[in-house]
C-alpha cells in the first residue's frame, strides 16, 4: 500500500516510472551497472568451448528467482555506451545454480555479432544485467519416453533438463537424445558423459548430419515417444515434419540463423501492435505506412524531430541517413529514415 | 533562397552530411557517460537545495543557497537533460529511462506537446514565418514580417511576462497555435493532437507541477511551510527567466534572419542547413556556462544537428565555422551581453512600425 502510494507520487511528481529509475544514476554511483528492472550478476569466468563457443559464469544474487530446467533468460551489456540484449538458454540446473549461487550460459558467437563479439573480452568480476528466467521450454510429466533431438547450441537447455532429473531421485522417466553437430563441434559432451553414468534411464547418440543423414530418418524408431527439439529453424522443420505424420507429442525451441539477405525490392512481414502487414525495402518504411492508411504520428520524414519513433521489438532496419544497420534486438528506431532488411516486430 | 547557387548548396550540404556523420560514428561511452553524470549532478542539486530550504532557518543563507541550488537542479533538468533527451539525443543508447519516448520533465509543459511543436514545428520550419510559431510566440513582432499593430508598443513589458511566466508560455504554445480556447483556426494548420487531449494533459501536468512545488513538498515542511513554498517559488521565477533569456539568444539577435513559406518550398538538404544556420545565433562562454544553457549556447550547431549528444557540440562548432564562413555564410556569435542587448534592442525596436 505504501510502496504503490511512493510510486504514485514518483510518476506524478518526478514524472519517472518508479522510485528505482529516478535514483538509478545514482545507485549506479555505489553499485556497479545496477539497473532498474534488472537483476545484476557478476561475470565468474569464461571458457571457449570451442572457436566459436563460451561458457560464461555468471554469479547471481538471491533475489533472482530460479528458473525451471530449460527456460532462458535475456542478457544485457552495455557496449560503448549501448545496451545490447539478446536471449541465451540457461545451461545450469536449478539445483546447480542454489548449491554455487552461479549460472552457465553456452553462446554461440554469431559472426559479426556484436554482443557475442564483446562477451569473450569481458573481465572477470565484470557486472552485467540479466531479466528473469522465461519460456516454456521444460521437460513436461510424461507417462511415455522422451525423446530430446538437439543440434548444434540447441544442446544448453537439454543439459540444464537432464541435470535437474538426475538430481531428482525419484525419476523414472525413460529418455532418449539425440545430438546433432559437425564433426568434432559437439557441445558439453564430457557434462553428457557424466550425466550418463548412474543415471539408467537415459541413453544418448552423437550423430553427424554426413555419417547418419537427415535427423528425419533418424526418427522411425521414436514413434510413440514424446518429442522435444532445440536447434536451428531448419532443423526443427524436419522433425515438425515427423511429427505431424504420426502425430506425436512436439516441444520446440528453434531459433534462426537467417543471414540478413538483400535484393532490390523484397517484401517482408511487419508485425504493427499486433498486426501483421507486408512492407518492401524500396521506400522508408514511414512512406509504406502512411500509403497503407496506418495511423502513423509522424513530423518532418527526414529524421530530425523524432515523431515517427517507435519501438522495434526485434529484427533488423537500415538507416537510411547512415547505412548503418540496427541491432536485433530492442531498440527506439526512426521509421521515416528506416528501410526493412528482415521481419520486423513494431511497437509505436 | 538567396545568395548561394544550388552548386554551393548541395555542397554545403555535402560537407555538413559529413561532418554530422564523422561526429555521430564517434558517439558512445563517453556520451552515455556524460548524460548519466549530469543527471547525478542534477538530483545532488535539487535534493540539495531542496534540504536547504528547511535548514533556512537556522540560517537564511541556507535558504538563499537551497533556492540557487534548486533553480540549478530544475535548469539542469529542462536544458541539458530533459531539452535534449527529448530531442533524441540518447536514444542510442536504448536505455529505458534516458530516451525521448519516456523522458518527461520538470516542468508545466507536457512533454508530447512540446515534442510536436519544438521538435517537429520549430525544429523543422525554423523561423519560417507562419510556420514556426517560437518567431515572437504569437506574442511579440520581431521583424517587418508582421504589421505593426498598436499593442505592439508594450511588446517589451509583454516579454517581461513571458519571461516571468516562460514555463507556463511554453506549456500553452500548442493550445494557442490550435485556438483551443480562443480564435478562429488558421486554414493552413495541420493539427497533430485533438483538442481534447491537449486540455486534458495542459491541465493534468500543470497541476502536478503546481501540487509538488506549492502543496506537497511545503506540506512535508509542517511548520516551515511558507518557506519551502517561497523556496520553491523563487527557484521556479529563476530557471524560467533563464531560460527564457537564452533562447531569446539564441534566434532574435538583430542578426537573425527569417524565411517566408514560398522560398522554401522544395528546399533541398542545403538550403535547409543554409535557413537553420542563419536562422540561430551563439554566445561565447566556459564549459559549466554551456551546461547551464544545454549547449543551446551552440543554437547554430544544435538547429544543424538537433539529435546529436550535445556536448558534441563543443568539438563541431570550429569546423561549422569554418564551414559557413567559407561559403561566405554569417556565423551569428557573440559574448551573452552582446547578444542579449542585441535581443532586447530587437524586441523594442519592433515595438514602433
Not at chain 1, 521450454?137 to 532429473?165: E, R
Not at chain 2, 523563487?234 to 537564452?246: D, E, F, G, K, P
Request: aromatic residues 12%; contains cysteine; hydrophobic residues 40%.
Amino acid at each position: 500500500m505504501l510502496k504503490k502510494f511512493i510510486t504514485w507520487l514518483n510518476q506524478n511528481l518526478l514524472h519517472y516510472s518508479s522510485v528505482g529509475a529516478y535514483w538509478e544514476p545514482i545507485i549506479r554511483v555505489f553499485k556497479p551497472n545496477w539497473r532498474e528492472g534488472y537483476y545484476r550478476a557478476q561475470v565468474k569466468s569464461i571458457d571457449s568451448l570451442l572457436k566459436d563457443t563460451l561458457a560464461i559464469d555468471l554469479e547471481v544474487g538471491a533475489s533472482w528467482p530460479c528458473h525451471t530446467a530449460g527456460q532462458h533468460l535475456e542478457l544485457t551489456i552495455e557496449i560503448d555506451g549501448k545496451l545490447v540484449t539478446r536471449v541465451f538458454t540457461i545451461a545450469s540446473s536449478p539445483s546447480d545454480i542454489t548449491a554455487k549461487k552461479q549460472l552457465r550460459l553456452v553462446i554461440k558467437c554469431q559472426p559479426n555479432g556484436l554482443q557475442t563479439a564483446k562477451l569473450s573480452t569481458l573481465a572477470i568480476d565484470t557486472w552485467v544485467n540479466i531479466s528473469a528466467p522465461y519460456g516454456d521450454f521444460y521437460l513436461k510429466q510424461h507417462s511415455k519416453p522422451c525423446l530430446l533431438l538437439a543440434a548444434g547450441s540447441g544442446i544448453t537447455p537439454f543439459i540444464a533438463m537432464l541435470s535437474a532429473l538426475k538430481s531428482s531421485a525419484d525419476t523414472e522417466q525413460s529418455i532418449h537424445l539425440i545430438y546433432y553437430a559437425k564433426p568434432e563441434e559437439h557441445l558439453l559432451i564430457d557434462e553428457l558423459a557424466e550425466l550418463a553414468t548412474g543415471f539408467p534411464y537415459f541413453t544418448y547418440e552423437l550423430m553427424h548430419r554426413a555419417v547418419n543423414g537427415d535427423v528425419y530418418q533418424q526418427l522411425d524408431r521414436f514413434e510413440k515417444h514424446a518429442i522435444y527439439v532445440c536447434g536451428p529453424t531448419a532443423f526443427y522443420q524436419g522433425v515438425a515434419k515427423f511429427a505431424q505424420e504420426y502425430n506425436s507429442e512436439l516441444h520446440a525451441e528453434h531459433f534462426s540463423l537467417t543471414p540478413v539477405q538483400h535484393s532490390d525490392k523484397q517484401a517482408f512481414a511487419v508485425s504493427l501492435n499486433g498486426k501483421a502487414l507486408t512492407i518492401n525495402n524500396s521506400t522508408a518504411i514511414l512512406t509504406q505506412l502512411l500509403q497503407q492508411g496506418e495511423p502513423m504520428t509522424y513530423g518532418c520524414k527526414m529524421g530530425i524531430c523524432h515523431q515517427c519513433q517507435c519501438t522495434k521489438k526485434s529484427g533488423v532496419v537500415k538507416n537510411i541517413r547512415t547505412g548503418a544497420l540496427s541491432d536485433r534486438g530492442e531498440e527506439l528506431i526512426q521509421l521515416c529514415v528506416s528501410q526493412i532488411i528482415t521481419d520486423l516486430e513494431l511497437e509505436a | 533562397m538567396k545568395q548561394l547557387t544550388a552548386a554551393n548548396f548541395d555542397l554545403l550540404g555535402q560537407q555538413l552530411d559529413e561532418l554530422r556523420a564523422q561526429t555521430m560514428a564517434k558517439v558512445g561511452q563517453e556520451d552515455a557517460n556524460h548524460i548519466r553524470r549530469i543527471i547525478v549532478l542534477q538530483r545532488i542539486f535539487e535534493w540539495g537545495g531542496r534540504v536547504a530550504l528547511l535548514l533556512g532557518f537556522i540560517n537564511p543563507v541556507l535558504w538563499f543557497l537551497g533556492v540557487i541550488a534548486l533553480a540549478v537542479g530544475k535548469i539542469l533538468d529542462n536544458m541539458e537533460i530533459g531539452h535534449n533527451v527529448m530531442h533524441g539525443q540518447y536514444d542510442w543508447m536504448n536505455d529505458k529511462h534516458i530516451n525521448s519516448k519516456s523522458y518527461e520533465w520538470d516542468i508545466a509543459c507536457d512533454g508530447a506537446s512540446w515534442n510536436r511543436v519544438h521538435n517537429y514545428e520549430h525544429h523543422t520550419y525554423t523561423n519560417i514565418i507562419g510556420k514556426d510559431r517560437d518567431f515572437g510566440y504569437g506574442l511579440l513582432r520581431l521583424s517587418n514580417d508582421f504589421s505593426w499593430r498598436v499593442q505592439n508598443l508594450w511588446q517589451f513589458a509583454n516579454y517581461i511576462v513571458l519571461s516571468v511566466l516562460f514555463q507556463w508560455g511554453i506549456a500553452y504554445h500548442e493550445l494557442a497555435a490550435e485556438r483551443v480556447f480562443f480564435g478562429k483556426k488558421k486554414a493552413n494548420r495541420e493539427s497533430k493532437a485533438q483538442h481534447a487531449e491537449l486540455k486534458k494533459r495542459f491541465f493534468s501536468k500543470g497541476a502536478k507541477q503546481l501540487v509538488k512545488d506549492y502543496v506537497f513538498f511545503p506540506l512535508l515542511a509542517g511548520p516551515l511551510f511558507l518557506w519551502v513554498l517561497t523556496g520553491n517559488f523563487c527557484a521556479n521565477i529563476l530557471r524560467n527567466l533563464w531560460t527564457s533569456t537564452i533562447i531569446f539568444c539564441g534566434h532574435f539577435t538583430g542578426d537573425v534572419e527569417t524565411f517566408s513559406e514560398q522560398e522554401c518550398q522544395h528546399e533541398s538538404k542545403g538550403q535547409w542547413y543554409y535557413r537553420q544556420a542563419l536562422g540561430s545565433s551563439n554566445l561565447t562562454g566556459g564549459n559549466w556556462f554551456h551546461v547551464l544553457t544545454g549547449h543551446l549556447s551552440f543554437q547554430i550547431e544544435h538547429h544543424l544537428f538537433p539529435d546529436m549528444p550535445a556536448k558534441r557540440y563543443r568539438e563541431v562548432a570550429p569546423k561549422v565555422k569554418k564551414i559557413l564562413t567559407e561559403h561566405g555564410i554569417h556565423y551569428n556569435i557573440g559574448s551573452f551581453l552582446i547578444q542579449y542587448s542585441s535581443v532586447l534592442k530587437r524586441i523594442i525596436r519592433y515595438s514602433f512600425p
